[in-house]
C-alpha cells in the first residue's frame, strides 16, 4: 500500500471514530487528546491530519454531507413526480433531526463562522463545495416540481424560475429547520397535548400549507406524506451514517 493511502486510510478512521465521540460527548467536551487514546495514535498524528479540533470537525461535517449526496441521489433516482421527491427530501430531514440530532448539530456547528476561522482553508472550501453541490442537486428537483407539479408559473421566464426555485429552496430548509427545532424544544407537545404525535402533524400540516402557497393543489396531501415517508425511510436505509440507531417516529 502506498504511503498517499495509509495517509488517506488513516484520516478516515480518525473522522469515523471522532464522529462517534461527537456524537457520545458533544463538541465542547471533545478534547484532540481524547481522539488519540479513542484512535490509539499519537497526538503528533492527529495533528499532522488536522490542525485543531475545529478542523476535524469540518472533516467530520464533510463526511455526513457527502451521506446527505448519496441519500438526495437515491431520492432524485426514485419513479415518483418532482414535488414527492421534495416531500421526500424534508420527511428525511424531519426523520434525521428526530432520529439522529448529534449528527445534525455537527454538521449545524461546522457551518458557524468561528468554526472556519479556525480549520484550515483548504477543508473549509470543501465543504462548502459540498454544500454547493448539494443545493445544486435540490434546486434541479425543485425546477422539476415548478414546470410539472405547480400552478401558477406558466408564463415565467427562465430567470423568474430560477428565482422561484431558490425562494422555495430558502423557505423549504428554513420550514424544516424551524419545524424541527420546535419539537425538540417540546413546544409542540406542550401547545397540543391531546394531539398524539403532535410533532409529526404540526411538521406534515405546516410544510403540506407551504407547498400549497406554491401551487401545489393536492386534494388527498396526507396521503402523498405518508407515502413519501417511507420513500424516505427506504432512501436513508441507503446510507451508512443516518440508517443507524433509527428509532421509531
Same mark, same amino acid.
Given at each position: ?40 495514535? &499519537? ?33 432524485? #433516482? ?15 430531514? @424531519? ?20 468554526? @472556519?476561522?479556525?480549520? #484550515? ?6 465543504? %462548502? ?52 427545532? #420546535? ?15 403532535? &410533532? ?36 436513508? %436505509?441507503?446510507?451508512? @451514517? ?8
Amino acid at each position: 500500500m502506498l504511503r498517499r493511502e495509509k495517509r488517506e486510510l488513516r484520516e478516515k478512521e480518525i473522522i469515523e471514530r471522532t464522529i462517534e465521540l461527537l456524537s457520545e460527548r458533544g463538541f465542547l467536551a471533545l478534547r484532540m487528546a481524547d481522539v488519540a487514546k479513542e484512535t490509539k495514535y &499519537s497526538m503528533g498524528t492527529i495533528y499532522s491530519h488536522f490542525e485543531s479540533k475545529e478542523d476535524l470537525l469540518v472533516a467530520c461535517a464533510q463526511a455526513l454531507v457527502q451521506e446527505h449526496q448519496v441519500l438526495f441521489n437515491a431520492i432524485a #433516482t426514485q419513479p415518483i413526480p418532482a414535488i414527492e421527491k421534495i416531500i421526500t427530501v424534508a420527511q428525511c430531514s @424531519w426523520q434525521l433531526s428526530r432520529n439522529h440530532p448529534d449528527l445534525i448539530e455537527i454538521d449545524n456547528l461546522s457551518l458557524m463562522s468561528s468554526v @472556519w476561522r479556525r480549520a #484550515t482553508k483548504q477543508r473549509a472550501h470543501e465543504l %462548502n463545495e459540498l454544500h454547493v453541490e448539494l443545493a445544486n442537486m435540490f434546486l434541479d428537483i425543485v425546477l422539476e416540481a415548478i414546470e410539472k407539479s405547480l400552478d401558477g408559473y406558466e408564463k415565467l421566464n427562465h430567470a423568474q424560475t430560477e428565482q422561484l426555485a431558490h425562494h422555495l429552496t430558502h423557505g423549504m430548509w428554513g420550514l424544516c429547520v424551524g419545524l424541527s427545532s #420546535t419539537a425538540q424544544s417540546g413546544y409542540a407537545s406542550t401547545l397540543c397535548p391531546e394531539s398524539g404525535d403532535e &410533532s409529526y402533524i404540526h411538521f406534515a400540516t405546516n410544510y403540506s400549507n407551504f407547498l400549497k402557497g406554491y401551487g401545489w393543489q393536492e386534494v388527498h396531501p396526507d396521503a402523498v406524506f405518508e407515502r413519501c415517508k417511507t420513500v424516505a425511510q427506504q432512501c436513508i %436505509n441507503q446510507t451508512t @451514517w443516518f440508517a443507524n440507531g433509527e428509532k421509531s417516529l
